[in-house]
T-cell receptor, first 109, second 113 residues
């Protein structure tokens, strides 16, 4: 099955800093989503982005499907951005989401 | 805003017991899923369900597990003869079609003692 690798595994920032999270995948995909898992364990949808670029406030994401990677940008980070960020993909032959291991983000005041 | 709802939010059960986790998907969605996340690990796919039948299942989804859509709104996951290693957060998700954005419920934290 498809492999999804996220980097870095851990990231510690000071409030106000910018960051880039990366997601590499090993095969062609029909769907790519970014999620934020908050401290209560909820998976919050950030982006549905199988290709192209989207922006939502301080967050933006870019997927280059032909090169099999996606980037999540967080600008002017806030303590509430802390949590685990997951990338998940659906490969062309299926309908299941395959998740990466996640990036644990800690934003300190 | 429409959302996926799951009940209960927490469940503690004794080893060997059967549990039923319940989900109400978004009303106009046609594809339903169960995922699980063992503490500290990544989210894993269990099963997808479309048109009243299983469309895809993972190696984890063995005879211990079953899914059902008993009526027009609920989607359930039954786990028989629970084991300690079944302790996890179970997520229900739904999407309007197989390749569209999936939305997740808040999860049911299952603890088997």
């Amino acid at each position: 099955g498809i492999q999804v690798e996220q980097s870095p595994p851990d990231l510690i920032l000071q409030e106000g800093a910018n960051s880039t999270l990366r997601c590499n995948f090993s095969d062609s995909v029909n769907n790519l989503q970014w999620f934020h898992q908050n401290p209560w364990g909820q998976l919050i949808n950030l982006f549905y982005i199988p290709s192209g670029t989207k922006q939502n406030g301080r967050l933006s994401a870019t997927t280059v499907a032909t090169e099999r990677y996606s980037l999540l940008y967080i600008s002017s980070s806030q303590t509430t951005d802390s949590g685990v960020y997951f990338c998940a993909v659906v490969e062309t032959s299926g309908s299941r989401l395959t998740f990466g291991e996640g990036t644990q983000l800690t934003v300190n005041p | 805003e429409p959302e996926v709802t799951q009940t209960p939010s927490h469940q503690v059960t004794q080893m060997g017991q059967e549990v039923i986790l319940r989900c109400v998907p978004i009303s106009n969605h046609l594809y339903f899923y169960w995922y699980r996340q063992i503490l500290g690990q990544k989210v894993e796919f269990l099963v997808s369900f479309y048109n009243n039948e299983i469309s895809e299942k993972s190696e984890i989804f063995d005879d211990q597990f079953s899914v059902e859509r008993p009526d027009g709104s609920n989607f359930t996951l039954k786990i028989r003869s629970t084991k300690l290693e079944d302790s996890a957060m179970y997520f229900c998700a739904s999407s309007s079609h197989g390749l569209s954005e999936a939305f997740f419920g808040q999860g049911t934290r299952l603890t088997v003692v």
